[in-house]
């Protein structure tokens, strides 16, 4: 089943992407230090299995899954842990506990770590178990356990893989040049995820905008005589990369609200999942590393870099030559849907593709944009790939009509910012909309546990009643019993007065 | 090394309020100098009264309400407001009139709502209604055009417009210059027992195009509207269905009846039909705001434009329309909503 190949609304940006793409991917070494948040991008945090003092290896396990949606974590360099504590990192809250390791500057592998020649021999529930262990998360940039998703994908019997290599947003180009240079792992980790899933058939999908790791994708299946995997192209229009927006592109079906793409029969992972999955395969290593585009206005020399996770932005500008002229904004991700971050102490995180250090001029005209009140001039809906109207989810949001918004699926925002965009009153309409859902959020979390709450108090009233109760009939019981022998007994008793 | 922070996303495009009010007086061009043309200068008069008092109601309002006057004079939504009232208002409207209806379209129908982006009305339109309801004999006296009476002059014309923008009386050998427009010309006959045919015969009413003097000034505005649509100011969807509303009901009733209605097109090409449909519909904060909810919109506004028309106490009837169907915009919205990705198919 082939796709229309696009999905609805969605804009053509800048790419901004030609840059780094003219040099090869520079391999950082190993840095003195990396600070390994346990919330990787994710939204959920780990939970450590070492202390502050011990000494740890390279690919050694630092943390195992904790709350649903985390990863385990892998020290990415031998030596000592210094701080097990709250740092600022690229997470919704802006913190994450983090664990930092100080370098013993013999980078000692792990020697637990053994490659996995034999995966074919493994079982996809093995297969699961195995890449939960490997830390392996989507690196597209939502950092969302890949064991995880392979679980819903085969719970709903979704047979379909497609890789996502559209990286629609501007800026971003490490899927481009990872495809360019390593198109040979994703198809190996292709083949290991197919195998994870008793997939059928697995797209590749790239963007036209990348004739280079087209070719080199197209030229890998070939080599390999890859049956059931096939390359699609795109046209590159924002947001492609997005789940539901490429499971449309590529198959023409809709992922329902709220559900997931395997409830139409696919499931998707990034190429650079893929990759990660091979090094895996072929050295055994688990996430350690990413392929990442460091880039922007600000830095002399912008490059694609595969760094270790957790290794200081700083080190990562860098090696991109610097900063130059004068950096404003250090954003982890491109410029539509990254994260603004404090400083660029914060270490590497699995779900960071691109640090972009933005100057005025890569900021404008948005720094100095200037709020009118809506138009209601109805542009956001016609680029909203959602089908929204944030026209009108502004005015809802605003008034904090719950049911308006709720009615006009603010849960169906996927905040891919094209709303913003266009917008001439220059509302920052992602922003109210990100906010409108934490607070509708922390309101069914208050209401839920006001809700338990009252069951709890509920039960407890009802259990101590029957506890009074039962005690009551106990003692009635044994009053009966007791008063049965006495009056036997006694012929005073009650009964046989008067 | 510290960094600023700010939300996501960290790019737009540089759309502005501005730069969608603006082209829209630019597309008001070829019409106003057709108009000139053809009515004398009085446009222009009216524009330059217009602009000026909706310049001073906008920051007087904005003082009151405490808020920056600079930026919203800037935004050019009020000189829109002034450019449609006065190319909607006979050229031959006393000054103090227009500064009337202008006060009227920017403090009630605009300021009073809580400014741009909340006025459920087209301000334009609230400023029209209220002129046309108080003063109709000055609002339905107009020249008569250029085009159907070669004997006037346009410096005559020019000499009229400045009598009466000063209030002058010229009821004295003025006679044959002023009259009643084309389609209230015809509404008029109708009601005289005339058939349409031997209306639609005078030379004086109606051109080689429709209506005199107005197709000519319909045609430049569905000029500048094609304008707006190639640079994306206004999207394709109220203009069409308001034509669409308006042209099939009078194509419709012309077939059956085609003594007593007039066809689409000559309806299509009188009075304010592009206007209406291209610059006074299409203004976002008061219509309806999806595809779809804008299809209804304009269609209800171009229907009751015929309705009016046809059995109507007004020779025009754009601006009733546009305001009763803006009372409906609510309704519409809450009923057009479109489906959401990923939501069920009806």
Known sequence: ?498 | MRFDTAPAPHVIGGYSVPRVMFPVLLALVPAGMVHVALFGPGLLLQVAVASVTALACEAAALRWRKRDAGVALRDGSVLVTAFLLAFAVTPLLPWWLNVFGTAAAVLLGKHVFGGLGQNPFNPAMVGYAILLVAFPVEMTRWPVPLDADSAHSWADLARLTVLYFYGGDASGGWDGYTGATTLDSIRNGLDLRYTLPEMLERDDLVGPLGARGFAWINLAALVGGAYLLWRRIVRWHIPVAVLAGLMVPAMVASWLDPGAHLGGLFQAFAGATMLGAFFIATDPVSAATSDRGRLWYGAGIGLITWVIRTWGGYPDGIAFAVLLMNVAVPLIDRYTVPRIYGHPRD
């Not at chain 1, 609805?8 to 070494?29: C, M, N, T, W």
């Not at chain 1, 299995?49 to 892998?74: C, E, I, K, M």
């Not at chain 1, 709020?371 to 956001?380: A, F, L, N, V, Y």
């Open chain 1, 1 to 498: 089943m082939q796709g229309r190949n696009r999905f609805p609304a969605g804009l053509v940006l800048e790419s901004h992407k030609q840059f780094p793409l003219d040099l090869p991917i520079v391999e950082l070494p190993a840095p003195p230090c990396v600070v390994l948040a346990l919330d990787q991008g994710s939204g959920r945090e780990a939970e450590p299995v070492v202390a502050n003092g011990d000494r740890v290896a390279f690919g050694s396990t630092v943390a195992r899954p904790g709350a649903a949606g985390s990863a385990a974590l892998h020290a990415t360099i031998s030596g000592r842990v210094v701080a097990i504590e709250t740092r600022e990192a690229a997470t919704p809250s802006g913190h994450s506990t983090c664990i930092v390791i100080e370098s013993d500057g013999e980078d000692r592998r792990d020697p637990a770590l053994r490659t996995h020649p034999d995966y074919p021999s493994l079982d996809p529930d093995q297969l699961v178990v195995a890449l939960r262990a490997a830390g392996i998360v989507g690196l597209g940039g939502a950092a969302f356990p890949t064991a995880t998703k392979l679980e819903a994908a085969r719970a709903r019997g979704a047979r379909k893989l497609v890789l996502n290599g559209a990286e629609c947003e501007p800026w971003i180009c490490c899927d481009d040049a990872l495809l360019r240079e390593q198109a040979a792992d994703v198809l190996l980790g292709a083949h290991v995820l197919m195998q994870a899933l008793a997939a059928d058939s697995c797209v590749v999908a790239i963007e036209d905008d990348k004739p280079h790791a087209i070719e080199a994708m197209r030229a890998s299946v070939a080599a390999a005589g890859a049956t059931g995997i096939t390359v699609q192209v795109l046209p590159a229009i924002y947001p492609q990369g997005a789940e539901r927006q490429l499971v449309t592109a590529v198959t023409g079906d809709e992922v329902p609200s709220r559900g997931w793409p395997a409830e139409v029969g696919v499931t998707c992972q990034n190429v650079a999942t893929a990759a990660a999955i091979a090094r895996w395969v072929l050295t055994g290593e688990p996430c350690l590393t990413r392929v990442v585009t460091v880039t922007g206005s600000g830095v002399a020399r912008p490059c694609n870099v595969r760094a270790r996770i957790g290794t200081p932005l700083a080190a990562l500008v860098e090696a991109a030559g610097g900063y130059r002229d004068t950096p404003l904004q250090l954003i982890a991700g491109g410029n539509m849907t990254g994260r603004a971050l404090p400083s660029d102490g914060i270490g590497l995180a699995k779900a960071m593709n691109c640090v972009l250090v933005a100057t005025r001029a890569d900021l404008e005209p948005r720094i100095s944009a200037f709020e009118r009140p809506c138009i209601r001039c109805g542009d956001c809906a016609t680029v909203c790939p959602a089908g929204l109207l944030p026209q009108q989810l502004h005015r809802a949001a605003r008034a904090d009509d719950e049911s308006g918004l709720r009615g006009l699926g603010i849960w169906d925002c996927i905040d891919c910012g094209l709303c913003d965009y266009v917008c001439p009153s220059q509302i920052p309409l992602a922003y109210r909309f990100r906010s409108a859902q934490s607070v509708l959020r922390e309101r069914e979390a208050a209401a839920r546990k006001a809700t338990a709450a009252r069951e709890r108090h509920e039960r407890r009233g009802r259990r101590l009643e029957q506890a009074a109760l039962a005690e009551q009939h106990a003692f009635d019981a044994a009053r009966r019993r007791a008063l049965g022998n006495d009056t036997a007994a006694r012929p005073d008793a009650p009964d046989g007065t008067s």
